[in-house]
Each structure stands twice: as C-alpha cells, then as structure tokens.
C-alpha cells in the first residue's frame, strides 16, 4: 500500500475514444505529478500541480488534459490518442518543495489500438 | 540531452555480495538526489537520498555516495539479497525552488542466490 491509487491499472482504447485516468493520494501531500515511462526511456515529467495549481507542462500535447479538483484527487482526461501514446502512466504525490521525496502509484499501463 | 544518466541498463550480483549502482548527471546545479526502486507492475519506491551538503548517506544496508566533482553518486547494497532485484532508478533536482525531479533510465539488478 503506497497511499496513492492509481485506476484503472490497465486500459486499452481504441484512437478515437476519451477516458480518464484517476489518482487519489491518502498521504496529505499537496503537490501532486503526472509522468509517463515509456519503454527503455527516463520517467517523463508531464504535469505538476502543487495546492490545485498547475505549476508545470512539460510541452505536453493538448490531447492529454490534466485536472486537480483538489489536494488529494489528481485526472488525466485522454482524447484522440496516438500510438505512441502507448506507455505506463504514474501519479506521484508529494509534500511542495523539490527536496521531499516524491510517493509513486503503480501506474495505469495504456495501450492504444 | 539526459541530465542524469545511468549507464549500465542492468547488473548481476551474487548473493551476499556487494551491489553498487552508479549515476552521472550534467547539471552542476543539482544539489538533491535520491534513489528509487521499481518492482514489475508497482511504481517506483522512495528508497534513500542526499542532499549536496554531504557526500554520504547510508540506510541499513543502502548507501549512497557523492561525488559533487565528478558529478558522480553511486548507491551500494550489502548484503545483496534476491529481494533486492529490481530496476533502481536515480533522480536529481534543485532544492529551494519548485524544480522537478529529473530522472535516469533505470539500472536493472538481478541479485542471483
């Protein structure tokens, strides 16, 4: 149990669908992270919200649209996916300030057919 | 360009025997680094960090060196143990600002019984 949930934990769709994925962090922290770890590459950075506000977009495509309705609850709506969108997604939560470790989720593993 | 770069994509260790890790970095403004470590199918898991201010920090059995003039930290494990086979993934940011963590590519350990 690492205090954030990450679901589904799998998802496959089809190019022309829209889903959401879904973080909820149980930890108190109050920055919360999008990344997206494709194969034999870094952790991407994709998005950053520390008290609600997006603070950071890593020159993501605007068919990934991430929302924060709060400190605990962390979306990333997908429309008109591509290929290459393919990838594990993971939600980090964190305490604000660069030097507190950020708390992984288990990733939501996407694959677009 | 990778600001942080782990060079060896994997590593086989006896036993029992000593696992050291390493990771370069570019960016001689890093001055925080941590270590995380990843099982198949979970999210990676904070396991130890240094700030700069040290050139040593060590956690039962982790320790983790820096080297600021080399641009140089490597994470050592002693006893290994075949639990501690997993992909170990090294990160660097700058503290006192809101600079994201930036990842390397991850070392695959296989502890061997």
């Known amino acids: 149990e690492t205090g954030v949930t990450q679901t589904p934990r799998h998802l496959v769709m089809g190019m022309t669908n829209k889903k959401s994925l879904k973080c909820e962090q149980h930890l108190g922290h109050n920055a919360m992270y999008w990344y997206k770890q494709s194969a034999k590459k870094p952790l991407e950075l994709m998005f950053v919200y520390n008290f609600k506000e997006q603070t950071e977009n890593n020159s993501v495509p605007s068919r990934f649209s991430p929302e924060c309705p709060n400190s605990s609850h962390l979306f990333l709506h997908l429309h008109t996916l591509q290929p290459e969108d393919s990838a594990l997604y993971l939600c980090?939560?964190?305490?604000?300030?660069?030097?507190?470790?950020?708390?992984f989720g288990d990733g939501t593993r996407l694959s677009i057919l | 360009d990778q600001q942080v770069k782990q060079n060896s994509p994997s590593l086989s260790v006896q036993e029992g025997r000593i696992s050291i890790l390493n990771c370069d970095y570019t960016?001689?403004?890093?001055?925080?680094f941590l270590w995380y470590k990843k099982y198949p199918a979970e999210g990676p898991t904070f396991l130890i960090s240094i700030s700069s201010i040290k050139d040593k920090n060590e956690d039962g059995r982790f320790t983790v060196f820096l080297n600021k003039s080399a641009k140089h930290l490597s994470l050592h494990i002693v006893p290994s143990q075949p639990g501690d086979s997993a992909v170990y993934f090294c990160?660097?940011?700058?503290?006192?600002?809101?600079?994201?963590?930036?990842f390397g590519k991850g070392t695959r350990l296989s502890v061997i019984a």
């Open positions: 980090a939560s964190s305490q604000e300030g660069s030097n507190q470790p950020q708390h």
């Open positions: 990160a660097a940011s700058i503290q006192g600002g809101n600079t994201p963590l930036v």
């Open positions: 960016n001689s403004m890093f001055d925080y």
